[in-house]
């Protein structure tokens, strides 16, 4: 089963839109024809404005990094899937581990916001991932299993067909930490049982799971590697074109 790779950044609170702006001017050049992976670029909220017009027509899809669940209302600060498409964004990350931890976001708000974006169209890029202790009391199977069952908590395999999630264990953002290809196919393979067992053997198969923690030019080819990462979700190094782009052609 090959599944194309998705190579993504999530630039997190980074970069005023004039920093976005340079940085697709040189980025774009450096992977310009490189077709072999698929690219998203998740800018902040205010420079997907200039991303989206600056990628147009380009291998390199526009992702948001949160989006709100209802339609509209008395939600302030928040933003609606219908926003997000108006403006052309393809891609949304949801439950970002930084979410969680600093901003109230639950497997319950993931299910809801997971349902909102693949009502409305968008391409949702699931994270899950451990925290240490978890994972120093053993308990990383059970969490990978929580997370992502509720996530798909009464959606179709119909609905979620264009489902992507990324595992990243939370020790590793950040930290320089890297968890090794074997401990990354070890997560997958759980993440991509539970998908099976709320979706179908067949989309389980399909389903592109992407490594995000610590992900850097010198690791992304051992990391890419292994069959079981369909990709990559890249912070701190995407915000570098050069590095950026040695990752996509790791
Ligand atoms: P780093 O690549 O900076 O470790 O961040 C990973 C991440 O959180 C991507 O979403």
């Known amino acids: ?3 194309k790779k998705v190579l993504a950044a999530n630039w997190k ?3 005023t839109p004039d920093q976005a702006r340079h940085f697709f001017h040189d980025f774009l050049t450096l992977v310009h024809g490189h077709d072999r992976d698929e690219i998203v670029v998740c800018p902040n909220y205010l420079a997907l404005d200039v991303s989206i017009p600056a990628a147009k027509g380009s291998n390199v899809a ?37 979410r969680r931890q600093y901003f109230g976001e639950t497997d319950d708000t993931v299910n809801l916001k997971l349902k909102a974006a693949l009502e409305a ?20 199977d059970d969490v990978l299993r929580r997370q992502s069952l509720r996530a798909f908590h009464k959606v179709s395999a119909k609905k979620a067909a264009s489902l992507i999630v990324a595992y990243e264990p939370v ?26 067992e709320s979706f179908g053997q067949e989309f389980a198969d399909q ?29 701190g190094a995407s915000l570098d074109p050069k590095s950026f782009a040695a990752i996509v052609k790791y």
């Open 1 to 3: 089963m090959s599944r």
């Open 13 to 15: 609170m980074y970069k």
């Open 62 to 98: 526009i992702g948001a990094q949160n989006v709100h669940w209802e339609k509209e209302g008395a939600f302030t600060g928040e933003i609606s899937t219908s926003m997000l498409l108006a403006i052309g964004v393809t891609h949304v990350i949801i439950g970002h581990s930084e």
């Open 121 to 140: 169209g968008l391409i949702p890029i699931v994270c899950v991932g451990e925290v240490l202790e978890e994972r120093e009391a053993g308990l990383t």
């Open 171 to 196: 020790w590793a953002i950040g930290t320089g930490k890297t968890a090794t290809p074997q401990m990354a196919a070890d997560a997958h393979a759980i993440i991509r049982g539970q998908a099976a």
């Open 207 to 235: 389903l592109r799971i992407l490594y995000g923690g610590s992900v850097k030019p010198e690791n992304a080819h051992t990391l890419m590697s292994e069959k079981e990462i369909d990709g990559a979700l890249v912070g």
